[in-house]
């Protein structure tokens, strides 16, 4: 028997059409399992009771499930969610005004080892399917009982090395059936993989991209992050601008301040140059501590210094973003502390 949450759409449709069931069936399951929440393949009440024997005969309903859950003083909840097999991934609730955001993981650890990251220190055991990611917004809603309207690929992973379950996750959020998520509310953050950036650049829904820039500099950006030797800066800019003219969507870099790594001003002048001559805003995000960094946070006073010369410099928007959930580890780049604890 099979998990009927693993099957993709098009495998669904293809297994409505075999037992010559009307398309619209699809829409259906999609909407009791996504939408609903239900694990009763009985309780889907609008189908044919012979279609729910052949479901229930043939496949079964396994869910993921939260194991740990901690709150936040800023209200930002994070969740431990432990997977079909056994693995676990880190999601995080991110109220904010009217958004309701879920970060989402998109992999089991992480290959990048990026040097800020805590994720990179767990190593990468595997990617995640498009329904392990589905869940982590299912049950981030279902805990919260209300309605999500924002969804980030920020959590664990490099969301564009996973592009195919990503993609299928991506479509299935925006479904009016299951979460109803708006395509420019959902946002894919990547390292700088270029054939994932061409290839979303390809496809018809307007989903957001962003992108963790952290040093223009390429020397520096690759002891930051080693991926930037296979994707160097020139390169990525290029492939930034075919994302904007397809699309005519701006992009968004996210830059990590690090005191004492870059925060010089050499640093905000490779920026400045570097975010200019792309259609683009710029998130300034202060590093977040975690135990496995030998980097600090940066003060208040080396946050605005920063951020004052860059906004007199710079002809795009700047944003500085605080970022929820220090206290619980699950800030930016923090997260797989609390898996590591709970190993």
């Not at 293809?14 to 239900?38: A, C, D, H, M």
């Not at 056994?86 to 080892?113: H, M, W, Y």
Request: proline share 5%.
């Amino acid at each position: 028997m099979q998990n009927l949450l693993s099957l993709k759409h098009r495998e669904l449709e293809s297994l409505v059409s075999s037992i010559n069931e009307k398309p619209y069936r699809t829409r259906q399951i999609f909407k009791w399992i996504w939408g609903k929440s239900k694990d009763n393949i009985e309780e889907f009440s609008d189908l044919p009771k012979d279609f729910r024997i052949f479901l229930s005969q043939n496949y079964y309903i396994k869910r993921a499930e939260p194991i740990s859950i901690l709150t936040s003083q800023d209200g930002s909840i994070k969740f431990l969610i432990q997977l079909e097999n056994g693995d676990k991934v880190e999601s995080v609730f991110i109220p904010d005004a009217d958004r309701n955001t879920v970060c989402v993981s998109s992999q089991v650890g992480c290959p990048l080892k990026c040097a800020f990251c805590a994720t990179g220190k767990l190593g990468y055991t595997r990617n995640l399917k498009f329904y392990e990611i589905l869940e982590q917004v299912r049950i981030v809603r279902d805990y919260v009982k209300t309605r999500i309207t924002n969804v980030v690929f920020m959590g664990m992973g490099e969301p564009l090395l996973n592009y195919e379950e990503v993609l299928e996750s991506a479509r299935i959020l925006n479904d009016s059936n299951t979460f109803s998520i708006g395509a420019r509310k959902i946002t894919i953050s990547t390292a700088g993989i270029i054939p994932g950036i061409r290839k979303l650049a390809s496809e018809p829904e307007q989903f957001k991209l962003a992108v963790s820039l952290n040093s223009a500099i390429q020397e520096k950006r690759e002891k930051l992050m080693p991926i930037a030797k296979k994707y160097p800066l020139n390169e990525l800019r290029e492939a930034l601008l075919e994302f904007y003219e397809a699309k005519k969507r701006w992009i968004t870099f996210e830059y990590i301040l690090i005191p004492e790594v870059n925060n010089t001003r050499e640093d905000i002048e490779a920026l400045t140059d570097y975010v200019n001559s792309i259609p683009s805003k710029l998130n300034l995000i202060p590093y977040n501590p975690h135990p496995y960094s030998e980097f600090r946070a940066p003060t208040e006073e080396e946050v605005e210094e920063f951020l004052k010369i860059l906004r007199k410099n710079l002809k795009r928007v700047v944003t500085l973003r605080k970022s929820k959930g220090k206290d619980i580890k699950g800030a930016c780049g923090q997260l797989a502390y609390f898996s590591k604890l709970n190993e």
